[in-house]
């Protein structure tokens, strides 16, 4: 069974760092392509970036030069470094599995709650 | 990007059918069959319902369809059942390796 449990979120100060993570079951994260998707309180969802089987990453013009995405394979888990926190980052934060080759997300993780807030 | 557009609220009551829009452009929507549809319920992760444009997953009733013309997709729910209340998105892929959502909607059954 399918299975992503992110964890990591929180209260962070505008300015802040934090590493937000995706841990994955019932499938290798690194033979798919993860995505992290944000919804801030009450608003709609918002593609962040994703990172390809080979290793490519890309990212929401929001986000770019301030997020970076990674995987570790041998812990088969999906993280999302968090830089220069700006308030407009509060969101949760969910991870979803990208269907290759496909252009859709099949399973999703419950969400962690970032709260960027002084 | 900006956002998809759909409309904030529809609504219908048990048995009838309703019409959800998704309006994006040519870089979008009209450019790829590559919409996709996801079901939230309150406090709870999305759910795909639909990908490319019209097809479901194993496990969604047949109740839900979805189609595209031009630059607009839809999302059809007919035989509408109180579980259906939810809020829905559209989301499509945009090229350059990113993807944009719409802003959502939330689907009443009366």
């Known amino acids: 069974e399918v299975q992503l449990v992110e964890t990591g979120g929180g209260l962070i100060q505008p300015g802040g760092s934090l590493r937000l993570s995706c841990a994955a079951s019932?499938?290798?994260?690194?033979?798919?392509?993860m995505s992290w998707v944000r919804q801030a309180p009450g608003k709609g969802l918002e593609w962040v970036s994703v990172i390809y089987s080979g290793g490519s990453t890309y990212y929401a013009d929001s986000v770019k030069g301030r997020f970076t995405i990674s995987r570790d394979n041998s812990k088969n888990t999906l993280y999302l470094q968090m830089n220069s926190l700006r308030a407009e980052d509060t969101a949760v934060y969910y991870c979803?599995?990208?269907?290759?080759?496909?252009?859709?997300?099949?399973?999703w993780g419950q969400g962690t709650l970032v709260t960027v807030s002084s | 990007q900006s956002a998809l557009t759909q409309p904030r609220s529809v609504s219908g009551s048990p048995g009838q059918s309703v019409t959800i829009s998704c309006t994006g452009t040519s870089s979008d929507v009209g450019g790829y069959n590559y919409v996709s549809w996801y079901q939230q319920h309150p406090g709870k992760a999305p759910k795909l319902m639909i990908y490319?444009?019209?097809k479901r997953p194993s496990g969604v009733p047949d109740r839900f369809s979805g189609s595209k013309s031009g630059n607009t997709a839809s999302l059809t729910i007919s035989g509408l059942q109180a579980e259906d209340e939810a809020d829905y998105y559209c989301c499509s892929y945009a090229g350059s390796f990113n993807w944009v959502f719409g802003g959502g909607t939330k689907l009443t059954v009366l």
């Open positions: 019932g499938f290798t994260v690194s033979s798919n392509y």
């Open positions: 490319d444009v019209s």
């Open positions: 979803a599995r990208g269907n290759d080759p496909k252009y859709y997300f099949d399973y």
